[in-house]
């Protein structure tokens, strides 16, 4: 089975250094979840008037209102058929800050859109278009674009204004045999919301296919991309 990166990217997937092939390219059929550990060297926020944006996104684990150096950090990456027949790859970050962290997600490849969708929190009710390309250094960015929220019988739009807009990097070290990761989320009107840096190892776990631990799954998952 094709790994939904290797569907969104096409033949910019080869372009990507073979370690960063191996993290974004196996599926539910492959037995496997990849266990990053690793620490992040830097942990910011922004200003004292984001912080109600942090907090709300820290209620249903989307963001989090945290500083902190040399933080160590984990992220669990399983791929698993949904409910509705759809492959899915977990992205379960936790960090051990002052107050323990966590930031959920669940990506899918959508055929209607013919791209990833994110679906972010324990509730999956903000659908995220996510956006792909790969450098010369055989990394891969990743970010964001339109956002939906999906609540009850509620579907709608949801304005930039409102929204943090987030720009991922991710590349192999070969000097540290190790992935450097660079996250930065943003609001288009009042600015940098959070933004860390770090690196991480990855440890594969063999797994039953497509199982997936039940703690890593969402609370509710959602039909709509």
Known sequence: MTSIYQRALGSDFQRLHPKMQERFGFSS?????????????????????????????????????????DVPFTIENYAYQDQFGRETVTWIRKFATRRPRRFDAYMIYSEDRS?????????????????????????????????????????????????GIADVYERFDEARQQYRIEVNVSNPRIGPLIWYLGWLSMEWKPMASGEVTADAKPIREERRE
Do not use: C
Not at 36 to 53: C, D, S
Not at 129 to 139: Q, S, Y
């Open 29 to 69: 059929a492959d037995g496997v979840a990849a266990i990053g550990t690793g620490v992040m060297e830097t942990i910011w926020h922004g200003p004292a008037y984001t912080l109600p944006f942090l907090y709300v996104g820290a209620w249903r684990r989307i963001l989090f209102p945290e500083n902190g150096r």
């Open 115 to 163: 791209k990833i969708v994110d679906y972010l929190g324990t509730h999956q009710h903000l659908a995220v278009d996510i956006e792909m390309e790969t450098d010369a250094r055989g990394g891969l960015r990743i970010r964001s674009a339109a956002q939906r929220i999906y609540e009850g019988g509620m579907a709608f739009g949801f304005p930039a204004a409102l929204s």
